[in-house]
């Protein structure tokens, strides 16, 4: 605790723990205590970093948006139910209904992406399509071996004792 106090550069753990308990549930009157003893940070501070993270992901998804780049948006609708453990029988349920989005930009892609009338005229196509058309070439196999190769060298690296050297 009194390493905590005395250098601020300790506190990237008990940010972390106090975020951790927060999205656990933990009431503010434990944080708090566990702030006191040195364990983590306050409930306030918590909140301001909430504050900050939500903030940013805004920004970035604003940036990402704006910047030109493909990207691909997902909704995705959450209900939560609200202290459905002190409900009776005979009570309402009390729900949040809450939609969430992410933003994915993408990579390495196609030029032909934004060309909407080549994807258009490819419509009904696929009924004339046979086996030979979706068999592997001897190109996609030797892609699929460097593919294959490359991620056990990633693999092996990320694993080995001392990597970050």
Known sequence: MLIFVRNWATNILALVLGLFLKIGGTSVRVINMLSNAGICVSFKTIE????????NAVQHAV???AGGDPCFVIYDNINLYLRKSQQRV?????????????VIGLSNVDP??????AKLD?????INATVEDILP???NKDHLMASFMASIAQFLVLYTPGNNK
């Open 112 to 117: 032909s992406f934004t060309d909407l009338q």
């Open 90 to 102: 005979f009570n309402q349920n009390s729900m949040l209904n809450i939609t969430n989005a992410a």
């Open 137 to 139: 070439t001897p190109a």
């Open 48 to 55: 301001c970093l909430k504050v900050v993270i939500s903030n």
């Open 122 to 126: 490819l419509q009904g196509k696929c």
């Open 63 to 65: 940036s990402l948006l």
